[in-house]
């Protein structure tokens, strides 16, 4: 079967301030661009929502279309603009993918029809009361963090989409949105370093980064 990348792309980058976040660059190269060379060796074609009126820089190895007023609608575009049997979707502002977390969520996809990379949360858990209060410690055991790649036998994802937006039920993410139909969805041990860059503090760590990942 065929393989599509699908990378949302078209956020605001409010919290990171600087403007359209998956153009700003690390270690020369930007966000996007990291995240479509990460993937375009290990499948047949990479898509990419961006912000209306934006146009793809060039030199990558991908397709623009225009995005949704949020992921979740940016995401339902980029399914309907490819007929592969499998997609990855990937966030754009998660430019440190290594091949090997992309092989072994291939392999999960193929087994279950549905898998996402997540990492075993390491910090303890809280809940804050009055905004900045201690409240009930929370559990740490089981609990897993949500990351992406994520991978779905297209099918199944569109469904899921589909069923979402008849129920205006919202997610952050596609595997959430799988989960809900009561499919199963395989986790795959990530890696820290496929952090989301989003606020002032994850871009300098970025930067620190990606002089070893280049080098
Ligand atoms: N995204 C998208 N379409 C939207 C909103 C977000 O394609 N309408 C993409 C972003 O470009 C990003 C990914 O979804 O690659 C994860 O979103 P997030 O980190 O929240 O990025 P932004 O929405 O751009 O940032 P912010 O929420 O701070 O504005
Ligand atoms: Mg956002």
Redesign the pocket.
């Known amino acids: 079967g065929t393989t599509a990348a699908l990378i949302?792309?078209?956020?605001?980058?409010?919290?990171?301030g600087l403007g359209h976040?998956?153009f700003v660059e690390v270690g020369g190269l930007s966000l996007l661009a990291r995240s479509v060379a990460a993937l375009a060796p290990h499948v047949d074609e990479v898509l990419v929502?961006l912000p209306d009126g934006t146009e793809l820089p060039p030199g990558l190895d991908a397709r623009a279309i225009g995005?949704?007023?949020?992921?979740q609608?940016?995401v339902r575009r980029l399914l309907r603009a490819t007929v592969a049997d499998t997609v990855l979707i990937h966030?754009?502002?998660r430019p440190f993918l290594s091949a090997d977390i992309i092989y072994a969520l291939l392999e999960a996809v193929a087994e279950t029809g549905a898998a996402t990379v997540a990492l075993p949360m390491a910090d303890s858990l809280v809940n804050a009361e009055e905004s900045d209060m201690w409240g009930a410690a929370v559990s740490r055991e089981g609990i897993w963090a949500v990351q992406t790649p994520q991978g779905f036998r297209r099918e199944l994802l569109l469904r899921a989409h589909a069923q979402a937006a008849a129920d205006g039920y919202a997610a952050t993410d596609d595997a959430g949105l799988v989960a809900r139909q009561g499919l199963v969805v395989r986790l795959v041990r990530g890696d820290a370093r496929l952090f989301?860059v989003?606020t002032p503090g994850d871009l300098a760590l970025a930067q620190g980064l990606a002089q070893m990942w280049d080098a």
Do not use: F, Q, V
């Open positions: 949302p792309a078209a956020g605001n980058g409010t919290r990171l976040k998956a929502a995005g949704g007023e949020t992921r609608e940016s966030d754009a502002a989301k989003t």
